[in-house]
Protein backbone atom coordinates (compact mmCIF):
# COMPACT_ATOMS: atom_id res chain seq x y z
CA UNK A 1 0.00 0.00 0.00
CA UNK A 2 0.84 3.70 -0.27
CA UNK A 3 3.04 4.47 2.52
CA UNK A 4 3.03 8.14 2.13
CA UNK A 5 -0.53 9.82 1.96
CA UNK A 6 -1.45 13.21 0.88
CA UNK A 7 -5.52 13.53 1.80
CA UNK A 8 -6.41 16.53 0.23
CA UNK A 9 -5.46 16.65 -3.52
CA UNK A 10 -6.38 20.29 -3.51
CA UNK A 11 -6.34 23.61 -1.86
CA UNK A 12 -7.23 27.06 -2.78
CA UNK A 13 -5.86 30.22 -0.54
CA UNK A 14 -5.96 33.66 -1.22
CA UNK A 15 -2.38 35.78 -1.95
CA UNK A 16 -1.15 36.55 1.40
CA UNK A 17 -2.46 33.85 3.13
CA UNK A 18 -1.16 31.15 4.62
CA UNK A 19 -0.96 27.55 2.39
CA UNK A 20 -0.70 24.36 4.64
CA UNK A 21 -0.54 20.94 3.06
CA UNK A 22 -0.40 18.04 4.43
CA UNK A 23 1.46 14.46 4.81
CA UNK A 24 0.89 11.28 6.57
CA UNK A 25 2.80 8.40 6.65
CA UNK A 26 3.13 4.94 7.91
CA UNK A 27 6.35 3.92 8.30
CA UNK A 28 8.63 4.41 11.57
CA UNK A 29 11.69 3.78 9.70
CA UNK A 30 11.28 6.89 7.74
CA UNK A 31 14.12 9.47 8.96
CA UNK A 32 13.77 12.06 6.44
CA UNK A 33 10.84 14.17 5.12
CA UNK A 34 10.43 16.68 2.23
CA UNK A 35 8.77 18.71 -0.12
CA UNK A 36 8.80 19.02 -3.59
CA UNK A 37 6.99 21.72 -5.93
CA UNK A 38 6.06 20.73 -9.80
CA UNK A 39 4.95 22.65 -12.06
CA UNK A 40 2.57 20.84 -15.14
CA UNK A 41 5.02 19.06 -17.37
CA UNK A 42 8.31 19.51 -15.36
CA UNK A 43 9.77 17.84 -13.04
CA UNK A 44 9.61 17.93 -9.10
CA UNK A 45 11.92 20.59 -7.45
CA UNK A 46 13.23 19.96 -3.81
CA UNK A 47 12.05 22.65 -2.05
CA UNK A 48 12.91 21.86 1.73
CA UNK A 49 13.59 18.78 4.11
CA UNK A 50 13.81 17.81 8.00
CA UNK A 51 15.36 15.00 9.33
CA UNK A 52 13.33 13.29 11.80
CA UNK A 53 15.64 13.85 14.83
CA UNK A 54 13.82 17.61 14.57
CA UNK A 55 10.49 19.16 14.84
CA UNK A 56 10.69 22.05 12.70
CA UNK A 57 12.57 23.58 10.10
CA UNK A 58 12.05 27.48 8.72
CA UNK A 59 13.96 28.24 4.96
CA UNK A 60 12.15 32.04 4.06
CA UNK A 61 8.16 31.85 3.75
CA UNK A 62 8.69 27.97 4.35
CA UNK A 63 8.61 25.97 7.09
CA UNK A 64 7.99 22.03 7.46
CA UNK A 65 6.53 20.94 10.34
CA UNK A 66 6.78 17.07 11.81
CA UNK A 67 4.82 15.30 14.28
CA UNK A 68 6.80 12.17 14.71
CA UNK A 69 4.18 10.75 17.15
CA UNK A 70 1.65 11.42 14.68
CA UNK A 71 2.87 10.29 11.58
CA UNK A 72 2.52 13.60 9.91
CA UNK A 73 4.17 16.13 8.67
CA UNK A 74 3.20 19.18 7.10
CA UNK A 75 4.64 22.34 4.63
CA UNK A 76 3.58 25.74 5.73
CA UNK A 77 3.87 28.73 3.30
CA UNK A 78 3.15 32.41 4.77
CA UNK A 79 2.53 35.06 2.51
CA UNK A 80 1.31 32.73 -0.43
CA UNK A 81 2.24 34.29 -4.00
CA UNK A 82 0.53 33.25 -7.40
CA UNK A 83 3.61 31.95 -8.45
CA UNK A 84 3.09 29.70 -5.48
CA UNK A 85 0.57 27.65 -7.63
CA UNK A 86 1.47 24.55 -8.66
CA UNK A 87 1.34 20.55 -7.16
CA UNK A 88 3.28 19.70 -3.88
CA UNK A 89 4.45 16.47 -3.49
CA UNK A 90 5.75 15.17 -0.71
CA UNK A 91 8.42 12.39 0.55
CA UNK A 92 9.36 10.41 3.49
CA UNK A 93 12.95 8.36 3.12
CA UNK A 94 14.54 5.60 5.20
CA UNK A 95 17.72 3.77 4.84
CA UNK A 96 17.66 0.53 2.79
CA UNK A 97 20.47 -1.42 3.20
CA UNK A 98 23.39 0.74 2.23
CA UNK A 99 21.73 3.03 0.70
CA UNK A 100 18.01 4.90 0.90
CA UNK A 101 14.99 5.09 -0.68
CA UNK A 102 12.07 7.87 -1.07
CA UNK A 103 8.45 7.19 -1.16
CA UNK A 104 6.37 9.99 -2.34
CA UNK A 105 2.70 11.05 -2.28
CA UNK A 106 -0.11 11.51 -4.88
CA UNK A 107 0.67 15.70 -4.58
CA UNK A 108 -1.44 18.31 -3.85
CA UNK A 109 -2.30 20.81 -6.03
CA UNK A 110 -2.09 24.53 -4.74
CA UNK A 111 -4.30 27.38 -6.19
CA UNK A 112 -3.63 30.61 -4.89
CA UNK A 113 -5.60 33.20 -6.08
CA UNK A 114 -4.72 37.30 -6.68
CA UNK B 1 22.91 23.51 -17.20
CA UNK B 2 25.19 21.17 -14.72
CA UNK B 3 21.37 19.55 -13.79
CA UNK B 4 20.40 15.93 -14.51
CA UNK B 5 20.04 15.73 -18.08
CA UNK B 6 17.23 13.07 -19.43
CA UNK B 7 17.05 11.88 -23.23
CA UNK B 8 14.68 11.92 -25.02
CA UNK B 9 12.39 14.35 -23.68
CA UNK B 10 9.40 12.85 -26.07
CA UNK B 11 9.43 9.56 -27.96
CA UNK B 12 6.37 7.79 -29.09
CA UNK B 13 6.26 4.12 -30.17
CA UNK B 14 4.09 1.31 -31.49
CA UNK B 15 3.16 -1.39 -29.31
CA UNK B 16 5.09 -4.09 -28.78
CA UNK B 17 8.55 -1.86 -29.72
CA UNK B 18 11.56 -0.74 -28.01
CA UNK B 19 12.80 1.77 -26.66
CA UNK B 20 16.41 3.61 -24.37
CA UNK B 21 15.98 6.20 -22.16
CA UNK B 22 18.71 8.01 -21.33
CA UNK B 23 20.00 9.70 -17.76
CA UNK B 24 23.00 11.81 -17.20
CA UNK B 25 23.36 12.95 -13.15
CA UNK B 26 24.56 15.80 -11.75
CA UNK B 27 28.32 15.92 -12.03
CA UNK B 28 29.63 13.72 -9.05
CA UNK B 29 26.30 11.84 -8.01
CA UNK B 30 27.09 8.27 -7.98
CA UNK B 31 23.07 7.57 -7.00
CA UNK B 32 20.69 6.96 -9.93
CA UNK B 33 16.89 6.69 -9.20
CA UNK B 34 13.87 6.10 -11.90
CA UNK B 35 10.41 6.30 -11.04
CA UNK B 36 7.42 6.59 -13.34
CA UNK B 37 4.56 8.72 -13.54
CA UNK B 38 1.63 8.02 -15.15
CA UNK B 39 -1.47 10.83 -15.25
CA UNK B 40 -3.03 11.66 -11.88
CA UNK B 41 -0.78 8.74 -10.44
CA UNK B 42 2.12 9.18 -7.91
CA UNK B 43 5.38 8.57 -8.50
CA UNK B 44 6.61 4.91 -8.89
CA UNK B 45 9.80 3.96 -7.51
CA UNK B 46 11.22 1.90 -10.46
CA UNK B 47 14.93 1.13 -9.64
CA UNK B 48 18.11 2.55 -7.82
CA UNK B 49 21.49 2.05 -8.51
CA UNK B 50 24.80 3.67 -7.09
CA UNK B 51 28.36 3.12 -7.39
CA UNK B 52 26.98 1.13 -10.75
CA UNK B 53 25.11 -1.77 -8.41
CA UNK B 54 21.47 -2.03 -8.58
CA UNK B 55 20.23 -1.35 -4.65
CA UNK B 56 16.77 -1.58 -4.71
CA UNK B 57 14.41 -2.49 -7.75
CA UNK B 58 10.69 -1.68 -7.05
CA UNK B 59 7.48 -1.51 -9.92
CA UNK B 60 10.45 -1.87 -12.55
CA UNK B 61 8.64 -4.65 -15.38
CA UNK B 62 10.58 -7.80 -16.16
CA UNK B 63 10.30 -6.10 -20.15
CA UNK B 64 12.67 -3.01 -18.40
CA UNK B 65 16.43 -3.58 -17.68
CA UNK B 66 18.50 -0.63 -16.32
CA UNK B 67 22.30 -0.64 -16.46
CA UNK B 68 24.61 2.44 -14.79
CA UNK B 69 27.80 2.46 -16.78
CA UNK B 70 31.44 3.74 -15.30
CA UNK B 71 30.68 7.39 -15.69
CA UNK B 72 27.69 7.00 -13.79
CA UNK B 73 24.95 7.80 -16.47
CA UNK B 74 22.28 5.07 -16.52
CA UNK B 75 20.39 3.77 -19.60
CA UNK B 76 16.98 1.86 -19.13
CA UNK B 77 16.11 -0.44 -22.01
CA UNK B 78 12.35 -1.11 -22.91
CA UNK B 79 10.88 -3.69 -24.57
CA UNK B 80 7.75 -5.22 -25.71
CA UNK B 81 6.26 -1.75 -24.98
CA UNK B 82 2.23 -1.78 -23.95
CA UNK B 83 -0.22 0.40 -23.77
CA UNK B 84 -0.02 0.91 -20.03
CA UNK B 85 3.52 1.77 -20.10
CA UNK B 86 2.75 5.47 -22.06
CA UNK B 87 4.27 7.37 -18.82
CA UNK B 88 6.38 11.09 -17.69
CA UNK B 89 10.04 8.42 -16.79
CA UNK B 90 12.02 10.59 -14.33
CA UNK B 91 15.60 10.11 -13.32
CA UNK B 92 16.70 11.64 -9.80
CA UNK B 93 19.99 11.66 -8.96
CA UNK B 94 22.11 12.32 -5.59
CA UNK B 95 25.22 11.89 -3.58
CA UNK B 96 25.60 8.16 -2.03
CA UNK B 97 26.38 9.32 1.61
CA UNK B 98 24.18 8.85 3.95
CA UNK B 99 21.94 11.77 3.96
CA UNK B 100 23.00 13.36 1.11
CA UNK B 101 21.91 10.25 -0.82
CA UNK B 102 17.91 11.32 0.25
CA UNK B 103 18.63 14.99 -1.34
CA UNK B 104 17.37 13.76 -4.79
CA UNK B 105 17.50 16.08 -7.62
CA UNK B 106 15.18 15.17 -10.91
CA UNK B 107 15.69 15.30 -14.82
CA UNK B 108 13.17 16.57 -16.74
CA UNK B 109 11.93 13.31 -17.69
CA UNK B 110 11.01 11.78 -20.41
CA UNK B 111 7.69 11.03 -21.72
CA UNK B 112 6.64 8.00 -23.68
CA UNK B 113 3.27 7.39 -25.62
CA UNK B 114 2.56 4.12 -26.56
CA UNK B 115 0.44 3.51 -29.22
Known amino acids: GQQVKQSSPSLTVQEGGISILNCDYE??????FAWYKKYPDNSPTLLIS?????DKREDGRLTVFLNKSGKHFSLHITASQPEDTAVYLC?????????????FGKGAKLTVSP | DSGVVQSPRHIIKEKGGRSVLTCIPI?????VVWYQQTLGKELKFLIQ???????DKGFLPSRFSVQQFDDYHSEMNMSALELEDSAMYFC??????????????FGPGTRLTVL
Open chain 2, 92 to 105: ASSLALGYLSYEQY
Open chain 1, 27 to 32: NDMFDY
Open chain 1, 50 to 54: VRSNV
Open chain 1, 91 to 103: AAGRQQGTGSKLS
Open chain 2, 27 to 31: SGHSN
Open chain 2, 49 to 55: HYEKVER
